[in-house]
Nanobody, 120 residues
């Protein structure tokens, strides 16, 4: 299993970024996927997840209404569109192949993260 996140960078508050995660080594089309993040000095936290079929999405309260998760099964990629970014969104963002969807999305395999920094 390989998961490579990209698209991070530095942005001002209110700005936008689009993260992408390229997956390989497993049957991506049949796996639920998600994004987590870890801010300095804090534990890794759930951000968003998407199911493999009839895609359903789930978001943390912190990002609901601002972030959008999507997937392209033809390209084996999962994306996270981040809008109205806040300073508290600063973190390393990781994509994951989920090991569980219900009752709570739980991560399985991790990929390398991508740094997102929101500051003025």
């Amino acid at each position: 299993v390989q998961l490579q996140a990209s698209g991070g960078g530095a942005v001002q508050p209110g700005g936008s970024l689009r993260l992408s995660c390229a997956a390989s080594g497993f049957r991506f089309s049949f796996e639920d996927m998600g994004w987590w993040r870890q801010a300095p000095g804090k534990e890794r936290e759930f951000v968003a997840a998407i199911t493999w079929r009839d895609p359903r999405t789930l978001y943390s309260e912190a990002v609901k209404g601002r972030f959008l998760i999507s997937r392209d099964n033809a390209k084996n990629t999962v994306a996270l569109e981040m809008n109205s970014l806040k300073v508290e969104d600063t973190a390393i963002y990781y994509c994951s192949k989920l090991r569980q969807w219900r009752p709570t999305p739980l991560p399985g395999y991790w990929g390398q993260g991508t740094q997102v920094t929101v500051s003025s």
